[in-house]
């Protein structure tokens, strides 16, 4: 699997957008780009996945670049409860694969 | 669907005592995972199961870990013996079509 660079931590005002960078230079043409985050003391908790397309769903949105070696996951207006430490993965789609977890970014929301 | 669901939730115990870890995945799911979180290390795949058949164990750290899966809602991680570096948190996960893997609330072991 490519090789992800997250920052370590980040930190976001309560009800502003969260925008969490990742690198993936070395991604291949058959890989996706998935995020997962943990809440303290949970498990890992899937967010989103995507290609090559911005992806959306009702937790986030992922924006991929064109030459798709970095992408940002978007908490549109992040909560206190968003805080967490965010993964970003890039693995082949295949229920057959485990993740590969890096360090992360730790994402602490503020009042 | 109650989610992947893991016991115990706590386990302390002392080294030398072997130590059961137990796993349901979710029902329909065919891939199992067990992974494990230390502060040094972060998570890791020690190893994961298709349709009850161990596919990747090379992460399993050495001979006193073994996992067994005998059905599709059932599967166990074992350490014998146990020893105080095995102190961590044990996650189990379970992924079926979608390529989403469902984690459980994880156990915490720790090892006297």
């Known amino acids: 699997d490519a090789k992800t660079t997250q920052p370590p931590s980040m930190d976001c005002a309560e009800g502003r957008a969260a925008n969490l960078p990742c690198n993936h230079s070395t991604i291949s043409g058959n890989e996706y780009v998935y995020w997962y985050r943990q809440i303290h003391s949970q498990g890992p908790q899937y967010i989103i996945h995507?290609?090559?397309n911005n992806e959306t769903n009702e937790m986030a949105s992922l924006i991929i670049t064109e030459d798709r070696k970095s992408s940002t996951l978007i908490l549109p207006h992040a909560t206190l409860r968003d805080t967490a430490v965010y993964y970003c993965?890039?693995?082949?789609?295949?229920?057959?694969?485990?993740?590969?977890f890096g360090k992360g970014t730790s994402l602490l929301v503020t009042p | 669907d109650a989610g992947v669901i893991q016991s115990p939730r706590h386990e302390v115990t002392e080294m030398g005592q072997e130590v059961t870890l137990r796993c349901k995945p979710i029902s329909g799911h065919d891939y199992l995972f067990w992974y494990r979180q230390t502060m040094m290390r972060g998570l890791e795949l020690l190893i994961y199961?298709?349709?009850?058949?161990?596919?990747?164990d090379s992460g399993m750290p050495e001979d006193r870990f073994s996992a067994k899966m005998p059905n599709a809602s059932f599967s166990t991680l074992k350490i014998q013996p146990s020893e105080p570096r095995d102190s961590a948190v044990y996650f189990c996960?379970?992924?079926?079509?979608?390529?989403?893997?469902?984690f459980g609330p994880g156990t915490r072991l720790t090892v006297l």
């Open positions: 199961f298709n349709n009850n058949v161990p596919i990747d």
């Open positions: 993965i890039v693995r082949v789609a295949n229920s057959g694969y485990a993740l590969n």
């Open positions: 996960a379970s992924s079926g079509t979608d390529n989403e893997q469902f």
């Open positions: 995507g290609l090559k």
